[in-house]
Nanobody, 121 residues
């Protein structure tokens, strides 16, 4: 139903920028939440940016003001503009989507396979 594929990761120096993309190539696109998560080495996966069908957006405090999430329904794409990158932003970045099911936002999400971002000092 959903196939997510992230791209755009890479290695940059501190202060640099990257843009990540996540494309949904599956047959279902009736999403209720779409977001970005990341997992640093030795740490758990954590969410930091979310977008909703009504256009509302939320960010965690550690990326607010530096990262910008956007979504293009026509291209079925989620994007993440990352500016002022810091070494602590080094992680594998994942997109995650939840779909509407029987009038409710389904608990079980779909995940992409991730893209690596490495920020050097």
């Amino acid at each position: 139903q959903v196939q997510l594929a992230e791209s755009g990761g890479g290695a940059v120096e501190a202060g640099g920028s990257l843009t990540l993309s996540c494309v949904n190539s599956g047959s279902s696109d009736n999403w209720c939440t779409w977001g970005w998560y990341r997992q640093a080495p030795g740490k758990g996966r954590e969410g930091f940016a979310w977008i909703y069908p009504d256009g509302n957006i939320s960010y965690s405090d550690d990326v607010k003001g530096r990262f910008s999430i956007s979504q293009d329904n026509a291209r079925r794409m989620l994007s993440l503009q990352m500016n002022s990158l810091k070494p602590e932003d080094t992680a594998t970045y994942y997109c995650r989507i939840r779909l509407w099911r029987d009038g409710h936002c389904a608990v079980a999400p779909y995940w992409g396979h991730g893209t690596q971002v490495t920020v050097s000092s």
